[in-house]
């Protein structure tokens, strides 16, 4: 039996019952304009007594296959599209590099998950099969396509989400809400044979940021009028958003293949992933910066891309490794500078228990405790019966599994 089919989950996701998820509500799609009829509502936050069932079968205090109490139970393998582990929230897509969370409390976690090469975006939800949301027309050749989504800053209001997509013709980012066709914002994002990729983040201050690729042109990195290997920052209508450092869209230069952009809680640390040709980088982002000294560098270049910014009293970074198909976990100091080398978890070998979920590449937060985080096991992996997949991602289960409380 191979080692992805051994996964085994003790009880990570029993952070979801703590009192630190506070961000609570529902995710609505039958508001003004999105023709959906349709709405999404976060089951009640759970009591200390009864948290959410989200462990895999048997969970904490279950029985090994040798019987012994107080041990996880190994998950099973996957049938078909059925997956036993319970931080599953959907299966058999297609290489599903871009995810954003929708705001709850954990109880119900939901997400909206985008396929890099058909522009499909479905609605995951625990315990529910995926659901159609939208299809976005798109040019995935190289490494284009669907590669980023990220909810509207006024998302609670006007129910809209953006999209990083490749066209014909350019990269660009797109609105839409459900059941309405996508409108462009923000077009003439410069396109080559490669760097094309794109992610997306609300700045949590109104405006929208955009990581974008450098087009297989380096020079364009550092070119001031070019779109190309930048973080821009924009209003919803595709405008330079108020308070940029220059007064147009840049907010940051020298982005070349970026993989995500991520924040703290409260929007203190801005954070971007970025791929090199003789190295993987980090980068915490200021307003004006030209992207010279990372944070932190990986020599080894395991494919970062998308990241969380988890809260904790030990706070650190999850990063997705695409191409290594692990999380590496960088502490966070309070000043928040990198205190030390990556941890490796979800690789199928450290942790307890050992977890793997293969190659992982966008993630995107449902509050500050619990992320979600897509598979892109069909574009060059070595997928399972029910890849690729939508997963549920907590402190504990990338970072816990070391031996912490």
């Known amino acids: 039996m191979r080692t992805r ?20 509500g529902c995710a609505r799609f039958d508001g003004p304009g999105t ?5 999404f509502t976060p089951a009640p936050r759970p009591s200390p007594e009864a948290p959410p069932s989200v462990q895999g079968p048997g969970g904490a205090g279950g029985k090994t296959d040798k019987g012994q109490p107080g041990q996880p139970t190994p998950i099973p393998p996957p049938q078909g599209c059925k997956d036993f582990d319970k931080a599953v929230l959907a299966t058999c897509l297609d290489t ?89 914002v923000l077009t003439g994002i410069p396109k080559g044979a490669s760097g094309n990729r794109g992610a997306l983040l609300s700045d949590g201050k109104g405006a929208l940021l955009v990581a974008t690729g450098d087009a297989g042109n380096a020079a364009a990195a550092a070119d001031p009028n070019s779109l190309a290997g930048k973080v821009l920052r924009i209003d919803t ?62 020599p080894d270049k395991p494919g970062v891309a998308g990241c969380a910014d988890f809260v904790d009293a030990n ?30 978890t979800l690789d199928g070998k450290s942790g ?32 399972v019966s029910s890849d690729d997949r939508v997963v549920i991602i907590t402190p504990s289960s990338v970072n816990g599994g070391e031996g912490k409380d």
């Open 315 to 344: 706070g650190f970074l999850a990063i997705a490794a695409s191409g290594a198909g692990n999380m590496q976990n960088l502490p966070v100091k309070p000043d928040g500078s990198v205190g030390g080398k990556p941890s490796v």
């Open 352 to 383: 307890k228990p050992p977890l793997t979920y293969g190659k992982l590449a966008g993630m995107g937060m449902v509050n500050p405790q619990l992320a979600v985080a897509g598979t892109i096991n069909k574009d060059g992996g070595n997928p």
């Open 237 to 298: 209508s595709g405008k330079p958003a108020p308070g940029n450092p220059t007064g147009t869209a840049v907010f940051a230069s020298g982005l070349h293949a970026p993989g995500g952009l991520c924040s703290s809680a409260d929007g203190g640390r801005l954070w971007a992933t970025d791929r090199l040709g003789d190295k993987d980088v980090l980068y915490r982002l200021q307003p004006g910066q030209s992207l010279t000294a990372p944070a932190w560098s990986w």
């Open 5 to 24: 089919y051994r996964r085994m989950w003790s009880s990570p996701l029993a952070l979801l019952a703590c009192g630190g998820l506070m961000l609570s």
């Open 35 to 39: 023709g959906a009829g349709q709405t």
């Open 96 to 184: 599903v590099s871009a995810v954003a969370g929708l705001p709850g409390d954990g109880s119900a976690p939901s997400a909206l998950a985008g396929e890099r090469k058909s522009g499909r975006v479905v609605l995951a939800s625990a315990g529910k099969s995926a659901a159609d949301f939208a299809k976005l027309d798109v040019d995935a050749t190289g490494d284009g396509g669907l590669t980023g989504l990220a909810l509207s800053p006024g998302y609670a209001e006007d129910q809209l989400v953006f999209a990083y997509v490749t066209t014909p013709s350019d990269n660009r980012v797109v609105r839409f809400a459900r059941g309405q066709a996508p409108k462009p």
